[in-house]
């Protein structure tokens, strides 16, 4: 068997609270993710909730990583979708765990397109 991608699912808790509402930084971590891990940047789009939270995309040539924060319950969801052989999405990971300061997390992998070669 063969997988088209690698999506890892971050369940960031106790993180730092002061950095899950401010959109810049978030930004900027994601985008420091995607070049940690090899990644070739080719958009990013966030918004800014009201009273809180932030969700963000970033589209890479690669597939996407995506944050969805919930600064009320010091959490965030990190979502690294790579595909090909070139990224190395655990060190997207390993930068979003530091940056938000996690201090409990879990990664879950899910292989996608998943196709039996003959």
């Not at 319950?73 to 930068?95: L, N, R, S």
Request: aromatic content about 6%; charged content about 20%.
């Amino acid at each position: 068997m063969n997988a088209l991608g690698r999506h890892l699912l971050l369940e960031l808790k106790n993180c730092n609270s002061g950095v899950l509402n401010d959109l810049d930084f978030l930004k900027q971590a994601l985008l420091a993710a995607a070049k940690e891990s090899g990644a070739t940047v080719l958009g990013v789009d966030f918004h800014s909730f009201n009273p809180q939270g932030v969700s963000g995309v970033v589209i890479i040539a690669e597939s996407h990583m995506s944050i969805h924060t919930w600064p009320e319950f010091d959490y965030a969801a990190v979502d690294v979708f790579t595909c090909g052989k070139t990224v190395q999405p655990e060190k997207a990971a390993e930068v979003m765990i530091e940056r938000l300061g996690a201090k409990n997390h879990s990664i879950i992998e899910v292989q996608r397109g998943i196709l039996l070669k003959p």
